[in-house]
Structures are given as C-alpha cells and as structure tokens.
C-alpha cells in the first residue's frame, strides 16, 4: 500500500524497464529533526522488463538476496549526516514519508547515482485512523495511553524501553494499532519524573499497572507489560511482585536488577554496577560496553537477582545472540534455570542467532552502533543487518501471540 502500518511489509514491483536492465533502488527518508536517512540496492529487471522485490535478488548494496522490505531496514544516516543516528519517529501521530527511487545502472552505497528513472512515497503510519492517543498526568504515572478504534474492551500493555529514558512511543502505538490498549510509561528524564536514574520506586510501575487495570477499556482481570533492556528487567520485576501484571515479555534484559536500586516498601533490590576499566574502545571510537556489567551469576551478587520464580504469571523471553549491550542470552539462560529449579515452566524463549540488542518492530532500521544519550558516545549494540531484521519481523508475531494467549 502507498501508505499503511510501520509494520506491515510493502510491496515494491518496477515495470517498463528493458529486459535485463540494471537498476539501483534507493529509499530516502528524513527524521523529525530532518537528518537524512538512505539505502540502495542493485537488482536487474526478469525478461519482461520487471522487477518484484519479493521475489527477486538485489546483487549489491546495502544488503543482497530476496529481502522485500531491505530498503527500509537498512536505512542509514546519509552521508552528510552525523553517524550512529537511530530513525525513530519522535512523534507517532505523522506518518514517515519514504520515498523510492529508481537509478539506472548499478552505483556503490555513498556515490553519485545514475539518472532517475521512476519513483514513488510510501507513507508509513505509526497510528490508524482511529486509534486515540491519551497524555496521561494520573497520580505520579505520566506516559501516553494509546487506545484501539471501537469500544473493546481490549487486553492492557505497558510498554517500557531502557536507560535513554523519555517517553519512547514508537512500540505503543502500534500495539494500539493491533488491538491492545498499551501504555507507554517512561519513569526518568520526562515532564516532572526525575532527571537521572539514581533509584526506583516499585510503587510507581504498581500505580501504572493499577491505573491500567481499572480503565474501563480495558480487558481484566490482569494486564501485561513488554520491556527493552532497563525496561525488561523492570517488567521481570513487575510480574514478580505485581499480582496485576500476569504477562511480561522482556526483550534483550537481565535476570538481576541493574544500575539504580530497585525499592519496593521496605525491600530493596540493590543495581549491578557497570565497571568502566573494562570498556574497550575501538580505534572508531565506537565504545564496546559488552563485559562492564557485574556478573549477575557471582554469589556475591545474589542479592540483586530478580526472585522471578515467585510470579505467577507467564514469560516470554527475547534475546540477540550476538547482542553486544551486555549478555542478554547468558541473563535469559539464568532466568529459566531459575525457574526450572523451582518446578516453574511458565516461560517461553526467542532466542536470535545474528540479532543485535534492540529488537524493536518490524523494519525499523538496523543500527548495530548507536549514539548513548547518557553517556554521551557511539555504543556498540552489536548484530548483523539481515539476521537482525529477520529477528524483528518473527518476534512481533509472536509477542502479539504470546499477550493475546495471557491477557484474552
């Protein structure tokens, strides 16, 4: 479609080209704060003068092989831009304008294409027609209420993402787009919430999950909650201790509680530390950060770790083999032994061969370095392009599975 949901695929065909002709596609497409973002690949048209991105193979570029959706997932900064840009749409509510252009002959990522010789915008909607966005002050909860078009009521998500803090809409509202009341709750560096992540109230994410679970729109009796890094480790922590939250799904998280100290009424879970001396820099000056986290297995450690086998509800686990971040496999490994050794099976794993860190919805571009809004530097996030993209397309199949199952 010229213009449907982020994360449904577009269908690409180019007709009227001479047999056997090469082409090189591009996609362009510009942030909110206008930073442009590319990518190509070189195809050449079947014996009928045609193309179809479905089904044939691009030869070079940003990426080969039959990849429908490849000129959107490899979108990088152009080359004028600064590096280690993520395209994440700031404002859900504008569709991003992706326009698809048609070169002769085949040229290299980053040079001079040849003459344009078709073209066309593609619309991608973050929110459908009728999906209402609700800017929530309730209480101390602050965020973003996205809500399906009809009267539901719909199953109940709160959708959190890691340690970049702010409101981070992106997953939300195309939740709400699928049917699912969703709550993008951000809990540092927003509105009136503290600046800097020094420490969590449990408190907090109780009186979202509570707010939640009293909306008349939404399904009970409980809700679920999806988090990335930070975010997934305070949704292990919510279905522990929360008896609202009955599903969680933790993408690329850790089993123990990290950076800030977790309070909860008189508990405590004190956060694992980050050891800057073993942070390598490469002569990029791209920092790897993949060892620095304490070990979360260390007994001397024990008393950070999440006691996940109290929860009654159910897991899914999300992980990239080859996230950098920190080791996310190895923190999924420790969680099921966790619950296996107290007779619990109530989990599910995704485990990614090539997957990087953050695995967010479907095409949203691969970005293996990213620039950390705290510590200021290019972080490797770790993965590779294909494998990567590959990984988010099953994985929110099978998130939206996994809450329909739990939450009716």
């Excluded at 540092?188 to 707010?211: C, T």
């Excluded at 032994?337 to 599910?348: I, P």
Aim: charged share 20%; hydrophobic share 40%; net charge negative.
């Amino acid at each position: 479609p010229a213009a449907g949901p982020a994360d449904e695929r577009v269908e690409t065909r180019v007709a009227g080209l001479s047999p056997g002709q090469p082409v090189t596609l591009r996609a362009v497409a510009a942030d909110d704060r206008g930073c442009l973002f590319q990518s190509c690949a070189h195809y050449r048209a079947d014996s009928r003068g045609e193309l179809h991105l479905g089904t044939d193979a691009s030869h070079g570029g940003d990426y080969t092989g039959v990849e429908p959706m490849g000129l959107f997932w490899s979108l990088a900064p152009a080359g004028m831009e600064k590096p280690y840009q993520r395209l994440v749409p700031r404002n859900t509510g504008a569709p991003m304008k992706v326009e698809v252009l048609v070169h002769q002959g085949h040229s290299p990522p980053g040079s001079m294409p040849g003459p344009v010789v078709a073209k066309a915008e593609v619309q991608r909607l973050f929110t459908t027609p009728g999906v209402r966005r609700i800017r929530l002050k309730e209480g101390v909860v602050r965020g973003s209420l996205f809500l399906p078009p009809g009267d539901g009521p719909f199953p109940g998500v709160i959708d959190m993402y890691g340690d970049e803090g702010g409101l981070i809409e992106l997953r939300s509202s195309l939740l709400a787009t699928r049917g699912f009341a969703a709550l993008s709750l951000p809990y540092f560096d927003f509105e009136d919430l503290p600046r800097v992540m020094k420490e969590l109230k449990l408190e907090y994410f109780e009186e979202a999950a509570k707010f939640l679970q009293r909306h008349p729109k939404v399904k009970g009796p409980g809700v679920g909650v999806i988090g990335t890094g930070k975010g997934a480790e305070l949704a292990l922590s919510m279905i522990t201790f929360l008896p609202e939250v009955v599903a969680a799904v933790s993408i690329s998280g850790c089993s123990s509680n990290t950076v800030a100290d977790l309070h909860y009424g008189d508990m405590t879970l004190p956060g694992l530390r980050f050891d800057m001396k073993k942070v390598s820099v490469s002569d990029s000056g791209v920092f790897d950060v993949f060892d620095a986290l304490d070990d979360p297995a260390n007994p001397a450690n024990s008393a950070s770790v999440i006691p996940i086998e109290k929860a009654e509800g159910h897991f899914l686990l999300v992980v990239g083999e080859d996230d950098r971040m920190w080791k996310s496999s190895l923190y999924a490994e420790l969680a099921i032994k966790r619950l296996r050794q107290h007779g619990k099976e109530n989990f599910e794993l995704l485990s990614y061969p090539g997957a990087g860190h953050r695995i967010d919805p479907p095409s949203t571009p691969f970005c293996q370095v990213a620039m950390d809004r705290v510590l200021g530097v290019p972080v490797l996030g770790g993965g590779e392009s294909k494998a990567h993209a590959h990984a988010q397309e099953h994985s929110w199949g099978k998130i939206q599975e996994f809450l329909h199952l739990h939450l009716g």
